[in-house]
C-alpha cells in the first residue's frame, strides 16, 4: 500500500499564527483526505483533495480557516489558519491504497498543540 | 445521513483470552464497506479488517474475526488469543464507496482495549 510521509510530526504554536502541514505520498493517487483528530475523539473528515480541482470541505469545516493545495498527484498541504487553543490536534493525512480495495492508508499524523 | 456508533468506551481482557468489541452503523445504503482500525500509542492508524457488505461471509485476519449482521446493521470485531500488543484505540469506520472508488471513511468514537499481562 502507499507510503505516507507527514511534515511536521508536531508543533507547538502561539495563538493566532498559522501553520501548513505536509503530505507526501510514494505513489500517485487520485484522492487526498484530511482529518482531524481532537484530543481522546474520533477522527473527523475535514476536506476532500483532488488534483486540479478545489478542495470539497465538509460541513462544520470552511476552506478561510483551512486553505488545502493539492499541486499534483503526490502531494497536499493543509493550512491551519489564525490558530486557537481549540486547533489543537492530530492532523491526518489519508490516500487510497493502492491494492484499490476502497481501503485508506494513513500518515502518522501531525500533532499540533496551540498555546 | 450514515453514522458510526460504539457504546463501548473501554474494555479489559487477560492476555491469551477472547474479547468482542461492539460497533452498530445505520445507512439507507446496500453497497458500502465496513472496517475496524486500531490506533496505538504511536498514534499510527492501522487496517485491521475490511468486509464488504455485499459478502455474506464474515471477514478474517489470523487472530482477528467480524461478526456481520447486515440486517441488524452490526459490525463486532472478536479479537482471540489477544497479545500485549494489541492495546489501542479502536475505531469501527463506514465507507461508500464513489462511483466504485474509494471515498471518505466514516468513524465511530473508538474504543480503548487494554490487554492486560
Known amino acids: 500500500s502507499a507510503v505516507i510521509s507527514q511534515k511536521p510530526s508536531r508543533d507547538i504554536c502561539q495563538r493566532g499564527t498559522s501553520l501548513t502541514i505536509q503530505c507526501q505520498v510514494d505513489s500517485q493517487v487520485t484522492m487526498m483526505f484530511w482529518y482531524r483528530q481532537q484530543p481522546g475523539q474520533s477522527l473527523t473528515l475535514i476536506a476532500t483533495a483532488n488534483q486540479g480541482s478545489e478542495a470539497t470541505y465538509e460541513s462544520g469545516f470552511v476552506i478561510d480557516k483551512f486553505p488545502i493545495s493539492r499541486p499534483n498527484l503526490t502531494f497536499s498541504t493543509l493550512t491551519v489558519s489564525n490558530m486557537s487553543p481549540e486547533d489543537s490536534s492530530i492532523y491526518l493525512c489519508s490516500v487510497a491504497a493502492q491494492s484499490g480495495a476502497n481501503v485508506l492508508t494513513f500518515g502518522a499524523g501531525s500533532r499540533l498543540t496551540v498555546l | 445521513a450514515q453514522t458510526v456508533t460504539q457504546s463501548q468506551p473501554e474494555m479489559s481482557v487477560q492476555e491469551a483470552e477472547t474479547v468482542t468489541l461492539s460497533c452498530t452503523y445505520d445507512?439507507?445504503?446496500?453497497?458500502?464497506?465496513l472496517f475496524w482500525y486500531k490506533q496505538p500509542p504511536s498514534r499510527q492508524m492501522i487496517l485491521v479488517i475490511r468486509q464488504e457488505a455485499y459478502k455474506q461471509q464474515n471477514a478474517t485476519e489470523n487472530r482477528f474475526s467480524v461478526n456481520f449482521q447486515k440486517a441488524a446493521k452490526s459490525f463486532s470485531l472478536k479479537i482471540s488469543d489477544s497479545q500485549l500488543g494489541d492495546t489501542a484505540m479502536y475505531f469501527c469506520?463506514?465507507?461508500?464507496?464513489?462511483?466504485?472508488?474509494?471515498?471518505?471513511?466514516?468513524f465511530g468514537t473508538g474504543t480503548l482495549l487494554a490487554v492486560q499481562p
Open positions: 445507512t439507507s445504503e446496500n453497497n458500502y464497506y
Open positions: 469506520a463506514f465507507m461508500i464507496p464513489y462511483g466504485g472508488a474509494t471515498n471518505k471513511l466514516i
